[in-house]
Nanobody, 117 residues
């Protein structure tokens, strides 16, 4: 059974950077992983995804973050990362880690990202 715990959120000024981490217990390399975010009053949206370690680690990004965010995974450390740069106020949200494999889907508890002066 998968369990994911996010960390790395916080307060950053516009133009700044943060790196989010999501650590897994149990299986990891077989999971397709994604980072989602949800701002107040908004629907949860996919920010970035990376396929499983057995599927080549292919990445995909929302248009709004292309060129600014990078998703990566370290299967040995059972961790997926989201490197965020050039952060803007519209990036502020709770960021959630998501892991999926056939028949299973797990969410982390979320980590808050605030972008403000």
């Amino acid at each position: 059974q998968g369990q994911f715990v996010e960390s790395g959120g916080g307060l950053v000024q516009p133009g700044g950077s943060l790196r989010l981490s999501c650590a897994a217990s149990g299986g990891f390399s077989i999971y397709n992983m994604g980072w989602y975010r949800q701002a107040p009053g908004e629907q949860r949206e996919l920010v970035a995804s990376i396929s499983s370690g057995t599927s080549g680690g292919l990445t995909n990004y929302a248009d709004s973050v292309k060129g600014r965010f990078t998703i990566s995974r370290d299967n040995a450390k059972k961790t997926v990362y989201l490197q965020m740069s050039s952060l803007q106020p519209e990036d502020a949200a709770v960021y959630y880690c998501n892991g999926q494999r056939i028949g299973f889907e797990y969410w982390g508890q979320g980590t808050q990202v605030t972008v403000s002066t």
